[in-house]
C-alpha cells in the first residue's frame, strides 16, 4: 500500500501533499498497457484527492515568464503533465521549461547569418506550437523511472570508489563485457581516485554507466520493491543508473502518443538519438535547402541547459563546455552536421577569444576548427566568421 493513504490530513500543506502523492504512487506493472503509465496514474490520483486543479494553477503561475504567449496553446493536459512532472522532481520539470526557453529563442531569433529558423518553419508548414510542446515535455517520460534512480545523489567520485571496492566481482567482469576478455586494469589505476580518471580520460565513461544500480540505493530502497520498479522500465537491479535513464526518451513518446501528440511523442522520442536511423520530421532551410530533423534541435537545446546548469554530481559550466560537447555530438552523428553547425556559429559570435583564460582558449580554438573544417567540407555553407551586417556591407 502507498503510504499516504496513511496521512493524517491536517499534518501537512495540500501542496506537500500532492508532492508526496507524486513521489509514491507505485508501478503496478501491466507492460505495455498504456493506462499503467506512472504519470497517469498520478495524475488520477492528484484528481481523486482534489489537489490536481490547485497544482496546476500553481504551475501555471510558476512558469508564467519562461512560458510567455505560448501558455495560451499549452492544453490542459500537457498542463496536467508538466505538474505531475514537477511535483515528481522539481529540477526535470524546470530543465524541461528551460530547455523549451533556449529553443525557443534560436527558433525565433535571427541567427548571425540573417536566417531566421521559425520562417523557414511556417514556409515547410511545420506548426511552432507542437514543436514548442515536443521542447516543454521532451523529459516527461522520467516520470516512468523509479523515484529513487531520478533523485540519485551518488556523485562520481563516490560510485567510483564503490567500484574500487568491488574491482573483481563488478568492475572488471562489466569492463570486460564492453572491452573483450582479456581487459585489465593498468597498474596507475590503484585508487578511487585514479579510478575515477581512469574511466574518464581512457574510456570516456562516467562510472554511473558501469556500477550497477543496486550498489548505489541504499538497501531501503532496493527492498522496497526497486526490481518491481525497474521492470517497468524494462530493466532489472544489474542495470548501470545512466542504462535505466536512457530508457526516459522512450517513455516520453509513449506518454505523448497516449495523449493524441503524436509529433510531440516521435520528437520527444527522438531528443537523444534518432531511432533506427529514421529522420522523421525534418524541414528544409535557408537558400541552401539543406534539411535539418526537428529532434535535433530539441537535442542542442537540451544538451546546452544540461551542461550550463548546476546538477548535484558537477558544477554549473560555461557556455564553451557547453559548445565543445555540442560539436563533439555533431562529430559523433548524435545530431546532424548543418544544425550543429549553425547553432554552435551562432553562439561562438556571442564569445570574445580575448576574455577567455587558461582551457577555456583550447577549448575555444577547437571549436574554430570545428567550424572551418565543417565548412571546407560543405560547399556553400555560410561563413561563422561574417555576420550579416557584414554580409550586407560587402554586397553594397
Ligand atoms: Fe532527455
Ligand atoms: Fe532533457
Redesign the pocket.
Known sequence: MNHWENIVPSRETPGERARMIAQDVEHTSEKGDPSELRVLKIRNALKERGLLEQEVARIKSLFKAELGPFARHFGDDCWEMLTVLELFDEE?AW??VD?YEIARNKVEKTLWNGLVLADEFHAESVDLGRFYRACLL??VGKIEVPHAVLVNRVTDERCAAILFQHQDDVLLPRLREKLGDNFSLPKSVDSPGALLQFLYDDLHLRPQAVAPIKLLLDEQSVDDGLSEQLAHCGCTPDDSLLDIMRTHDTHSEKILSHLGYTVEGKLAGS?HQHKNGEHRYRITIGSLQVSIDLADIVHLA?VE??ILSRRHYKDKQTPIDALRVLSLHARQGLVEGYVAYLWIADEMQSINRQALTGSEIAAYDSLVSFLDTERSHHLGWPDWRTTTMEMRKAAA
Open positions: 526535470t530543465h524541461c530547455t521532451h523529459d531528443h537540451d541547459n544540461a
